[in-house]
């Protein structure tokens, strides 16, 4: 089981930023499912973006991401970043770190995996955005 832990959210105003990492408790640097899913309340919890790690890395982005959040591994720290830029009050929700491997695949399928609450998950981080 991997233990995952998030830092970095908080408040911040519409069109700021805010950069998520998280930790994990075990090597990911090769074939590992990564990703950030997040959940606002009363809505269903939503797809962030994946990473595939190793040698063909790989990344998968939900619509609400495109153009404006980065997903990056830092294969030497196994850590996971959320870089999320021009933010908006819609983006406020709680934000949740999930990792599973070592598979054979890529991002698009790590995220299906992870849309079925595969994996192992941190507690969440909570962001506001204010307008």
């Known amino acids: 089981q991997v233990q995952l832990v998030e830092s970095g959210g908080g408040s911040v105003q519409a069109g700021g930023s805010l950069r998520l990492s998280c930790a994990a408790s075990v090597i990911t640097g090769s074939s590992f499912c990564m990703g950030w899913f997040r959940q606002a309340p009363g809505r269903e919890r939503e797809g962030v973006a994946t990473i595939y790690t190793g040698n063909n890395a790989n990344t998968y982005y939900g619509d609400s991401a495109k153009g404006r959040f980065t997903i990056s591994h830092d294969g030497a720290e196994n850590t996971l970043y959320l870089q999320m830029n021009n933010l908006k009050t819609e983006d406020t929700a709680m934000y949740y770190c999930?990792?599973?491997?070592?598979?054979?695949?890529?991002?698009?399928?790590?995220?299906?995996?992870?849309?079925?609450?595969?994996?192992?998950w941190g507690q969440g981080i909570q962001v506001t955005v204010s307008a």
């Open positions: 999930a990792a599973e491997g070592p598979f054979a695949d890529d991002a698009p399928y790590c995220y299906t995996r992870f849309q079925r609450h595969k994996g192992d």
